[in-house]
């Protein structure tokens, strides 16, 4: 286990002992909250002892922060309760910067984009994405240089996501690299890695320039009968949502949730495997155990750390009495490490047989639309890496994202091993 796991995240430049400090004192708005697996302690103590916790005077205010398993599922399945219609973030959007997204929305006004985008997530379109995803996928890994160090998130995560992202957007293809700007630029709110903040001047401005973008190839392609991501996003199926807030939202919420999420389970696999190297030689001689080591890659990651709820009304919770407007954090990054429902739960099995329980992708009416395609990135990659490679072998740490919201890397240098 990592040398700093055992120890808090950083207040003023130290490090304190999670399992003494006074519970109060633990900062889940740290940008180093995931740094070296810091949230596992975090976590363990947090589900032990105040599993449902306030935490009082972030910068963000004071929210609330769900950690069991149960009731993570109890909050994320009640949305007249525990409300989507603010952001899905901690912290609020600065004043007179209006963007709405429908994964910040309830019923009925989600259900309506919700209904116009499912056919193309359905099983039936995304299975007509995988020749392409593969015929890209070979390519980006038949360049890899084979016996050096470089970068995997850079050279692979990142690739893969971005071709996939411009093929739904019918983005073009060159200029795939903004897309990985912008959303970097959406949600990573310390997105230096000193963990320095953005100007938000400097992040708006790239989040408009964005929005002039997706607004002319909307326009470029109005009036056609596309169904690429953008015009429905615009046109819906006969529906017209029109208001360019909602449209740049949407937008955004697309990067965002098909670029962090799918790049981090690709890198957040390679580590995990590398930490556990006997269910990597159990990979390679038994493909069928392929289907579950996705699925726990998706639980032992849990890409998406958490997502925000507001609360509708006061209601209880774990024996607290929750406000009206209070925020409530839904943590699926400590859920799916809860031990009990998930035996061992910090270690990665690939034949775990509750995996399909994992909180990942959540489970009530936002349930991830994408997970199918997220799914079948993660299959074809590992199809084809166990055609070429023995081991993708991790040569160093890798780099943390600064961010408390996304669970990711910036950084992973690995070697390549051809199969022997
Ligand atoms: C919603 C996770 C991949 C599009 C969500 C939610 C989570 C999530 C946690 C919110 C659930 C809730 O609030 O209850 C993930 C993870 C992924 C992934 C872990 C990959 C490993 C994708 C991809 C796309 C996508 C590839 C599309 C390109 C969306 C959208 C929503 C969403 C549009 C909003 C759905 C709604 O509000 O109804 N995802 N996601 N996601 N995801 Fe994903």
Request: glycine share 6%.
């Amino acid at each position: 286990m990592n040398a700093l796991a055992h120890t808090a995240i950083p207040a003023d430049g130290r490090y304190a002992d999670v399992a003494s400090m006074p519970i109060e004192a633990i900062d889940l708005t740290c940008p180093r909250l995931f740094h070296d697996d810091n949230h596992e302690a975090v976590f363990d103590r947090l589900r032990a002892e105040d599993p449902v916790h306030l935490q009082h005077g972030s910068d963000s205010g004071a929210f609330w922060s769900v950690t069991r398993y149960d009731d993570a599922m109890a909050v994320d399945t009640n949305h007249k309760v525990f409300s989507s219609r603010d952001i899905s973030l901690v912290e609020d959007m600065p004043e007179g910067f209006d963007i709405s997204m429908f994964l910040a929305m309830d019923p009925p006004r989600h259900t309506a984009y919700r209904e116009a985008l499912k056919p193309l997530f359905s099983a039936i379109h995304v299975a007509t994405l995988e020749d392409g995803i593969r015929a890209r996928t070979r390519a980006i890994l038949d360049e890899l240089p084979v016996g050096e160090t470089f970068d995997w998130v850079e050279r692979v995560s990142i690739e893969l996501t971005s071709f996939v992202l411009s093929t739904l957007f019918d983005f073009p293809f060159e200029e795939r690299h903004r897309l990985i700007e912008w959303s970097d630029r959406a949600v990573l709110k310390n997105a230096r890695e000193d963990g320095a903040s953005l100007r938000w001047e400097d992040r708006q401005a790239d989040l408009m320039e964005c929005l002039r973008e997706f607004t002319r190839i909307k326009d470029e392609r109005a009036g056609g009968d596309r169904s690429d991501l953008v015009s429905v996003l615009a046109h819906g199926h006969g529906q017209k949502f029109l208001r360019p807030s909602e449209f740049l939202g949407n937008i955004l919420l697309m990067i965002v949730a098909g670029n962090d999420t799918t790049r981090n389970s690709i890198t957040g696999g390679v580590v995990a495997l590398n930490r556990f190297p006997d269910e990597y030689r159990r990979l390679r001689d038994d493909r069928s155990l392929l289907a579950g080591a996705v699925a726990e890659t998706f639980r032992w990651q849990s890409p998406v750390a958490y997502m925000r709820r507001t609360a509708a009304f006061d209601t209880q919770l774990g024996g607290k009495r929750i406000r009206a407007g209070e925020k409530v954090l839904i943590w699926y990054a400590s859920g799916n490490r809860d031990a009990s429902v998930f035996d061992d739960p910090h270690a990665f099995r690939i034949d775990r047989k509750n995996v399909a329980k994992h909180l990942s992708f959540g489970f009530g009416v936002h349930r991830c639309i994408g997970l199918r395609l997220a799914d079948l990135q993660l299959r074809v990659l590992w199809e084809e890496l166990l055609d070429r490679f023995d081991a993708v072998e991790t040569v160093g740490e890798p780099t943390y994202t600064p961010s408390t919201f996304i669970k990711g890397y910036s950084h992973l240098p690995v070697r390549l091993h051809r199969r022997t």
